[in-house]
Protein backbone atom coordinates (compact mmCIF):
# COMPACT_ATOMS: atom_id res chain seq x y z
CA UNK A 1 0.00 0.00 0.00
CA UNK A 2 1.12 3.22 -1.05
CA UNK A 3 0.49 7.01 0.28
CA UNK A 4 1.21 10.28 -0.78
CA UNK A 5 3.11 11.73 2.47
CA UNK A 6 3.19 15.86 3.41
CA UNK A 7 5.78 15.98 5.92
CA UNK A 8 5.50 20.02 6.29
CA UNK A 9 8.47 21.98 7.55
CA UNK A 10 8.53 21.71 10.89
CA UNK A 11 9.30 17.63 10.13
CA UNK A 12 12.21 18.12 8.23
CA UNK A 13 14.25 20.17 10.72
CA UNK A 14 13.07 20.31 14.83
CA UNK A 15 10.20 17.39 14.73
CA UNK A 16 12.84 15.09 12.73
CA UNK A 17 11.73 11.97 14.73
CA UNK A 18 8.14 12.53 14.59
CA UNK A 19 8.83 11.78 10.67
CA UNK A 20 11.55 9.07 10.65
CA UNK A 21 10.18 6.45 12.71
CA UNK A 22 7.01 7.04 11.21
CA UNK A 23 8.29 5.84 7.80
CA UNK A 24 10.39 3.14 9.04
CA UNK A 25 7.15 1.85 11.64
CA UNK A 26 5.19 2.55 8.02
CA UNK A 27 7.20 0.11 6.25
CA UNK A 28 7.76 -2.43 9.22
CA UNK A 29 3.51 -2.41 8.79
CA UNK A 30 3.86 -2.84 5.52
CA UNK A 31 3.02 0.46 3.40
CA UNK A 32 5.19 3.61 2.02
CA UNK A 33 4.83 6.52 2.80
CA UNK A 34 5.80 8.33 -0.42
CA UNK A 35 6.35 12.40 0.12
CA UNK A 36 5.04 14.19 -2.38
CA UNK A 37 7.57 16.38 -4.81
CA UNK A 38 8.24 20.40 -4.47
CA UNK A 39 5.39 20.76 -1.26
CA UNK A 40 5.36 24.05 0.27
CA UNK A 41 4.36 24.88 3.62
CA UNK A 42 0.77 25.05 4.80
CA UNK A 43 1.02 28.02 6.79
CA UNK A 44 0.40 26.06 10.15
CA UNK A 45 -2.28 27.98 10.78
CA UNK A 46 -5.76 27.25 9.11
CA UNK A 47 -6.08 31.02 7.44
CA UNK A 48 -10.38 31.48 8.29
CA UNK A 49 -10.70 34.91 6.46
CA UNK A 50 -13.61 34.42 3.40
CA UNK A 51 -10.76 36.33 1.58
CA UNK A 52 -8.08 34.87 2.53
CA UNK A 53 -6.67 33.00 -0.58
CA UNK A 54 -3.46 33.10 -1.17
CA UNK A 55 -2.30 31.76 1.84
CA UNK A 56 -3.98 28.34 0.99
CA UNK A 57 -2.83 27.82 -2.17
CA UNK A 58 0.12 25.52 -0.76
CA UNK A 59 -2.33 23.56 0.44
CA UNK A 60 -4.52 23.05 -2.41
CA UNK A 61 -1.27 22.75 -4.90
CA UNK A 62 -0.65 19.93 -2.43
CA UNK A 63 -4.11 18.63 -2.30
CA UNK A 64 -4.05 18.71 -5.69
CA UNK A 65 -0.67 16.74 -6.51
CA UNK A 66 -1.77 13.60 -4.62
CA UNK A 67 -5.35 13.69 -6.58
CA UNK A 68 -2.99 13.08 -9.70
CA UNK A 69 -1.14 10.71 -7.98
CA UNK A 70 -4.54 9.38 -7.45
CA UNK A 71 -3.52 8.71 -4.29
CA UNK A 72 -4.60 9.33 -0.41
CA UNK A 73 -2.82 12.09 1.49
CA UNK A 74 -1.24 11.18 4.73
CA UNK A 75 0.28 13.97 7.01
CA UNK A 76 1.76 13.62 10.56
CA UNK A 77 2.08 17.16 12.20
CA UNK A 78 -1.78 18.27 13.56
CA UNK A 79 -0.71 21.30 11.99
CA UNK A 80 -0.23 20.07 8.66
CA UNK A 81 -3.49 17.71 8.93
CA UNK A 82 -5.73 20.45 10.08
CA UNK A 83 -5.03 22.98 7.79
CA UNK A 84 -5.01 21.05 4.60
CA UNK A 85 -8.22 18.60 6.02
CA UNK A 86 -9.88 22.13 6.01
CA UNK A 87 -9.03 23.69 2.79
CA UNK A 88 -9.49 20.44 1.32
CA UNK A 89 -13.62 20.96 2.58
CA UNK A 90 -12.91 24.84 1.50
CA UNK A 91 -12.29 23.52 -2.08
CA UNK A 92 -14.95 20.48 -2.27
CA UNK A 93 -17.75 22.98 -0.60
CA UNK A 94 -16.89 26.52 -1.53
CA UNK A 95 -17.69 27.50 -4.76
CA UNK A 96 -16.06 31.26 -4.27
CA UNK A 97 -13.17 29.70 -3.04
CA UNK A 98 -12.45 27.43 -6.07
CA UNK A 99 -13.46 30.14 -8.36
CA UNK A 100 -11.08 32.89 -6.88
CA UNK A 101 -8.12 30.10 -6.80
CA UNK A 102 -8.17 29.20 -10.70
CA UNK A 103 -8.90 32.98 -11.72
CA UNK A 104 -5.64 33.50 -9.54
CA UNK A 105 -4.39 30.17 -11.65
CA UNK A 106 -5.60 28.09 -13.72
CA UNK A 107 -3.02 25.36 -12.18
CA UNK A 108 -4.82 25.34 -9.26
CA UNK A 109 -8.20 24.38 -10.60
CA UNK A 110 -9.33 21.56 -7.54
CA UNK A 111 -12.50 19.73 -6.26
CA UNK A 112 -11.40 18.66 -3.17
CA UNK A 113 -11.38 15.39 -4.25
CA UNK A 114 -8.10 13.78 -2.39
CA UNK A 115 -8.68 11.95 0.94
CA UNK A 116 -6.66 13.73 3.45
CA UNK A 117 -5.48 10.89 6.26
CA UNK A 118 -3.59 11.43 9.45
CA UNK A 119 -1.39 8.70 9.78
CA UNK A 120 -3.32 7.13 13.22
CA UNK A 121 -6.07 7.42 11.27
CA UNK A 122 -4.13 5.36 8.35
CA UNK A 123 -3.16 3.02 11.73
CA UNK A 124 -7.23 2.89 12.75
CA UNK A 125 -8.73 2.81 9.25
CA UNK A 126 -6.65 1.23 6.72
CA UNK A 127 -4.37 -1.00 8.53
CA UNK A 128 -5.99 -1.58 11.62
CA UNK A 129 -5.72 -1.43 14.83
CA UNK A 130 -5.80 -5.56 15.59
CA UNK A 131 -2.82 -5.51 13.06
CA UNK A 132 -0.44 -3.15 14.33
CA UNK A 133 -0.83 -5.28 17.78
CA UNK A 134 -0.15 -7.94 15.88
CA UNK A 135 3.17 -6.92 14.51
CA UNK A 136 4.35 -5.64 18.19
CA UNK A 137 7.84 -7.26 19.06
CA UNK A 138 8.93 -5.37 22.04
CA UNK A 139 4.61 -4.68 24.06
CA UNK A 140 5.32 -1.87 26.25
CA UNK A 141 3.67 -3.35 29.34
CA UNK A 142 3.40 -1.71 32.73
CA UNK A 143 3.86 1.64 30.95
CA UNK A 144 1.19 4.05 31.91
CA UNK A 145 0.62 7.13 28.98
CA UNK A 146 -1.50 9.54 28.34
CA UNK A 147 -2.37 10.81 25.31
CA UNK A 148 -2.17 14.59 24.50
CA UNK A 149 -4.49 15.53 21.90
CA UNK A 150 -4.32 19.30 21.90
CA UNK A 151 -7.14 21.42 19.51
CA UNK A 152 -6.02 20.97 16.35
CA UNK A 153 -6.48 17.53 15.48
CA UNK A 154 -10.16 16.74 16.69
CA UNK A 155 -11.63 20.51 16.05
CA UNK A 156 -14.01 21.66 14.17
CA UNK A 157 -15.25 18.33 14.95
CA UNK A 158 -17.59 18.78 11.75
CA UNK A 159 -14.41 19.02 9.24
CA UNK A 160 -11.48 17.52 10.88
CA UNK A 161 -14.10 13.97 11.80
CA UNK A 162 -11.08 12.77 13.04
CA UNK A 163 -12.40 11.13 16.38
CA UNK A 164 -15.30 12.42 18.98
CA UNK A 165 -14.19 15.58 19.58
CA UNK A 166 -15.33 15.72 23.32
CA UNK A 167 -13.84 12.21 24.08
CA UNK A 168 -11.51 10.68 21.62
CA UNK A 169 -10.38 7.27 21.99
CA UNK A 170 -8.22 6.77 18.71
CA UNK A 171 -4.82 7.71 20.71
CA UNK A 172 -5.71 5.22 23.43
CA UNK A 173 -6.72 2.52 21.08
CA UNK A 174 -3.47 2.92 19.62
CA UNK A 175 -1.50 3.16 23.24
CA UNK A 176 -3.65 -0.19 23.60
CA UNK A 177 -1.77 -2.03 20.71
CA UNK A 178 1.54 -1.39 21.59
CA UNK A 179 0.68 -3.33 24.70
CA UNK A 180 0.76 -0.03 27.11
CA UNK A 181 -2.15 0.89 29.46
CA UNK A 182 -4.06 4.34 28.11
CA UNK A 183 -4.71 7.15 30.90
CA UNK A 184 -7.63 9.01 30.05
CA UNK A 185 -7.45 12.90 31.68
CA UNK A 186 -10.03 15.42 31.17
CA UNK A 187 -7.84 17.87 29.84
CA UNK A 188 -6.52 15.52 26.83
CA UNK A 189 -7.86 18.18 24.18
CA UNK A 190 -7.14 20.92 25.51
CA UNK A 191 -5.38 23.69 24.33
CA UNK A 192 -0.77 23.53 24.62
CA UNK A 193 -1.06 27.78 24.24
CA UNK A 194 -0.60 27.41 20.21
CA UNK A 195 1.85 29.98 18.52
CA UNK A 196 1.28 32.48 21.68
CA UNK A 197 3.37 30.75 23.16
CA UNK A 198 6.21 32.83 21.26
CA UNK A 199 5.45 35.68 23.65
CA UNK A 200 3.75 34.98 26.00
CA UNK A 201 5.63 32.67 27.95
CA UNK A 202 3.88 32.73 31.40
CA UNK A 203 -0.16 31.96 29.43
CA UNK A 204 1.36 28.94 27.89
CA UNK A 205 3.07 27.11 30.94
CA UNK A 206 -0.19 27.29 32.52
CA UNK A 207 -1.70 25.62 30.05
CA UNK A 208 0.53 23.25 29.91
CA UNK A 209 0.83 23.11 33.70
CA UNK A 210 -3.01 21.98 33.56
CA UNK A 211 -2.64 19.46 30.98
CA UNK A 212 0.31 17.55 32.75
CA UNK A 213 -0.96 17.92 36.17
CA UNK A 214 -4.29 16.36 35.30
CA UNK A 215 -2.68 13.95 33.63
CA UNK A 216 -0.73 13.00 36.53
CA UNK A 217 -3.13 12.87 38.29
CA UNK A 218 -5.37 10.23 36.64
CA UNK A 219 -2.14 8.27 37.07
CA UNK A 220 -0.28 8.82 33.61
CA UNK A 221 3.71 8.30 33.62
CA UNK A 222 4.39 10.35 30.47
CA UNK A 223 2.75 11.61 27.56
CA UNK A 224 2.68 11.07 23.61
CA UNK A 225 1.55 13.68 20.87
CA UNK A 226 1.26 14.43 17.05
CA UNK A 227 2.18 17.90 17.65
CA UNK A 228 5.71 19.55 17.67
CA UNK A 229 4.01 22.49 19.11
CA UNK A 230 2.57 20.50 21.69
CA UNK A 231 5.81 19.06 22.02
CA UNK A 232 7.67 21.76 22.49
CA UNK A 233 5.24 23.59 24.99
CA UNK A 234 4.96 20.96 27.54
CA UNK A 235 8.48 19.98 27.80
CA UNK A 236 9.59 23.49 28.04
CA UNK A 237 7.05 24.73 30.15
CA UNK A 238 5.97 21.27 32.22
CA UNK A 239 8.58 18.96 31.41
CA UNK A 240 9.53 18.65 35.00
CA UNK A 241 6.10 17.12 35.61
CA UNK A 242 6.12 14.57 32.70
CA UNK A 243 8.02 13.16 29.70
CA UNK A 244 5.99 14.11 26.40
CA UNK A 245 7.13 12.20 23.19
CA UNK A 246 5.69 11.73 19.86
CA UNK A 247 3.55 8.61 19.02
CA UNK A 248 5.45 7.79 15.87
CA UNK A 249 8.47 7.19 18.24
CA UNK A 250 6.59 4.90 20.47
CA UNK A 251 5.47 2.61 17.90
CA UNK A 252 8.85 2.39 16.30
CA UNK A 253 9.95 1.36 20.06
CA UNK A 254 6.90 -0.84 20.17
CA UNK A 255 7.68 -2.76 16.77
CA UNK A 256 11.23 -3.39 17.83
CA UNK A 257 12.96 -0.49 15.50
CA UNK A 258 15.92 0.64 17.90
CA UNK A 259 16.19 4.57 18.16
CA UNK A 260 19.51 4.96 17.22
CA UNK A 261 19.44 2.75 14.27
CA UNK A 262 15.92 3.72 12.66
CA UNK A 263 17.28 7.24 13.16
CA UNK A 264 20.70 6.34 11.39
CA UNK A 265 18.88 4.32 8.42
CA UNK A 266 16.89 7.37 7.78
CA UNK B 1 -10.96 54.52 8.32
CA UNK B 2 -14.07 52.92 6.94
CA UNK B 3 -17.64 54.11 7.41
CA UNK B 4 -18.60 51.61 11.02
CA UNK B 5 -21.60 50.48 9.66
CA UNK B 6 -19.51 49.49 6.47
CA UNK B 7 -16.96 47.76 8.23
CA UNK B 8 -19.07 45.95 10.48
CA UNK B 9 -20.69 44.36 7.89
CA UNK B 10 -17.15 43.85 5.95
CA UNK B 11 -16.04 41.82 9.21
CA UNK B 12 -19.19 39.65 9.44
CA UNK B 13 -18.91 38.93 6.08
CA UNK B 14 -15.40 37.77 6.52
CA UNK B 15 -16.19 35.74 9.46
CA UNK B 16 -17.82 32.86 7.44
CA UNK B 17 -19.98 32.81 10.72
CA UNK B 18 -23.53 34.08 11.28
CA UNK B 19 -23.12 36.07 14.38
CA UNK B 20 -26.96 36.63 14.60
CA UNK B 21 -28.05 33.28 15.96
CA UNK B 22 -26.01 34.15 18.83
CA UNK B 23 -28.27 33.83 22.19
CA UNK B 24 -25.87 35.00 24.50
CA UNK B 25 -25.73 31.90 26.60
CA UNK B 26 -22.07 32.49 27.55
CA UNK B 27 -20.95 28.91 26.55
CA UNK B 28 -18.27 29.83 24.14
CA UNK B 29 -16.33 32.14 26.80
CA UNK B 30 -16.69 28.61 29.59
CA UNK B 31 -14.60 27.13 27.27
CA UNK B 32 -11.97 29.23 26.44
CA UNK B 33 -8.82 28.73 27.94
CA UNK B 34 -7.96 32.26 27.04
CA UNK B 35 -10.97 33.88 28.80
CA UNK B 36 -8.94 35.45 31.68
CA UNK B 37 -6.29 37.26 29.76
CA UNK B 38 -9.34 38.91 27.69
CA UNK B 39 -10.61 42.13 28.16
CA UNK B 40 -13.80 41.25 25.40
CA UNK B 41 -14.86 37.92 26.17
CA UNK B 42 -15.84 35.48 23.69
CA UNK B 43 -19.34 36.13 24.31
CA UNK B 44 -19.16 39.57 24.40
CA UNK B 45 -17.13 39.79 21.20
CA UNK B 46 -20.17 38.61 19.02
CA UNK B 47 -22.30 40.94 21.63
CA UNK B 48 -20.07 44.20 20.54
CA UNK B 49 -20.25 43.07 16.58
CA UNK B 50 -24.25 42.87 16.50
CA UNK B 51 -24.35 46.31 18.21
CA UNK B 52 -21.63 47.58 15.49
CA UNK B 53 -18.92 48.53 17.96
CA UNK B 54 -15.99 47.79 15.77
CA UNK B 55 -13.11 50.52 16.94
CA UNK B 56 -13.81 48.82 20.78
CA UNK B 57 -12.94 45.59 19.19
CA UNK B 58 -10.22 46.72 17.13
CA UNK B 59 -8.34 48.17 20.09
CA UNK B 60 -9.33 44.47 22.22
CA UNK B 61 -6.36 42.88 23.68
CA UNK B 62 -8.40 39.64 22.30
CA UNK B 63 -7.42 39.54 19.26
CA UNK B 64 -3.99 38.60 20.47
CA UNK B 65 -4.77 36.31 23.16
CA UNK B 66 -7.34 33.98 21.16
CA UNK B 67 -4.98 30.83 20.90
CA UNK B 68 -7.52 29.57 18.09
CA UNK B 69 -8.17 26.96 19.68
CA UNK B 70 -11.64 25.97 18.27
CA UNK B 71 -13.24 24.98 22.09
CA UNK B 72 -15.83 28.05 21.60
CA UNK B 73 -16.69 26.61 17.63
CA UNK B 74 -17.36 23.02 18.93
CA UNK B 75 -19.26 24.24 22.27
CA UNK B 76 -21.53 26.70 20.97
CA UNK B 77 -25.25 25.30 20.97
CA UNK B 78 -26.06 27.44 17.83
CA UNK B 79 -23.47 26.83 16.04
CA UNK B 80 -21.61 30.61 15.82
CA UNK B 81 -18.19 30.52 15.55
CA UNK B 82 -16.37 33.13 17.79
CA UNK B 83 -12.76 32.50 17.01
CA UNK B 84 -13.69 33.22 13.22
CA UNK B 85 -15.16 36.46 14.22
CA UNK B 86 -11.99 37.25 16.25
CA UNK B 87 -9.51 36.11 13.46
CA UNK B 88 -12.04 38.63 11.07
CA UNK B 89 -11.14 41.50 13.29
CA UNK B 90 -7.77 41.04 14.01
CA UNK B 91 -7.38 40.69 9.92
CA UNK B 92 -9.01 43.69 9.84
CA UNK B 93 -6.53 45.78 13.00
CA UNK B 94 -3.62 43.66 10.90
CA UNK B 95 -5.02 45.69 7.71
CA UNK B 96 -4.83 48.51 9.09
CA UNK B 97 -1.28 50.78 8.81
CA UNK B 98 0.84 49.58 12.05
CA UNK B 99 -2.05 47.31 13.27
CA UNK B 100 0.37 44.09 14.02
CA UNK B 101 0.66 41.98 16.90
CA UNK B 102 4.07 41.79 17.00
CA UNK B 103 7.11 42.93 15.05
CA UNK B 104 10.46 41.15 13.95
CA UNK B 105 12.43 42.54 16.74
CA UNK B 106 10.18 41.24 19.21
CA UNK B 107 10.46 38.21 17.82
CA UNK B 108 14.38 38.07 18.01
CA UNK B 109 14.37 38.02 21.75
CA UNK B 110 12.14 34.90 21.56
CA UNK B 111 13.79 32.31 19.74
CA UNK B 112 15.75 29.45 20.71
CA UNK B 113 17.10 26.39 19.70
CA UNK B 114 14.62 24.12 20.40
CA UNK B 115 11.38 26.15 18.93
CA UNK B 116 9.27 24.87 15.74
CA UNK B 117 9.75 26.33 13.03
CA UNK B 118 5.80 25.61 13.39
CA UNK B 119 5.37 28.18 16.11
CA UNK B 120 7.20 31.06 14.21
CA UNK B 121 5.17 30.22 10.93
CA UNK B 122 2.21 30.43 12.83
CA UNK B 123 2.94 33.15 15.26
CA UNK B 124 3.98 35.03 11.80
CA UNK B 125 0.28 34.53 9.92
CA UNK B 126 -1.39 35.44 12.96
CA UNK B 127 0.08 38.45 14.72
CA UNK B 128 1.13 39.80 11.14
CA UNK B 129 -1.50 38.62 8.90
S1 LIG C 1 -21.72 29.81 22.82
FE1 LIG C 1 -22.60 30.52 20.88
S2 LIG C 1 -24.69 31.13 21.40
FE2 LIG C 1 -23.56 30.99 23.34
S3 LIG C 1 -22.78 33.08 23.71
FE3 LIG C 1 -21.17 31.99 22.61
S4 LIG C 1 -21.55 32.43 20.45
FE4 LIG C 1 -23.42 32.97 21.56
S1 LIG D 1 -10.60 29.88 19.71
FE1 LIG D 1 -10.06 31.72 20.85
S2 LIG D 1 -11.98 32.49 21.67
FE2 LIG D 1 -12.35 30.40 21.02
S3 LIG D 1 -12.04 29.19 22.87
FE3 LIG D 1 -10.08 29.20 21.79
S4 LIG D 1 -8.95 30.94 22.66
FE4 LIG D 1 -11.10 31.18 23.24
Known amino acids: MIFDYYPGCTLNTKAKE?????????EKLGFELREIEDWQCCGAVYPMGADVVASKTPSVRALKASQDNGRALVTLCSACHHVLKRVNRDAAEDAEFRATLTAYDEELEYNGGTEVLHFLEVLRDKIG???????????????????YYGCMLLRPGAVMAFDDPESPTII????KALGATPVTYAMRNECCGGYISLAEKEMSAKMCHAVAEDAVRRGAEELITACPLCAYNVKKQAGDILPITYFTKLLAEALGLDGEEAKANA | MLNPAFETKEILLNSRTIAEKCMKCGRCSAACPSYEQMDIRPHQFVSYLMRGDVDGLLSSTTLWKCLSCFACVQRCPRGVAPAQLIESVRLAAIRQKGGDGITVEDVVGELDDEMPQQLLVAAFRKYKG
Not at chain 1, 129 to 147: E, H, M, Q, Y
Open chain 1, 18 to 26: LDIFARKAA
Open chain 1, 129 to 147: FDKVKAAVTNPLIGRKIGA
Open chain 1, 172 to 175: EDFI
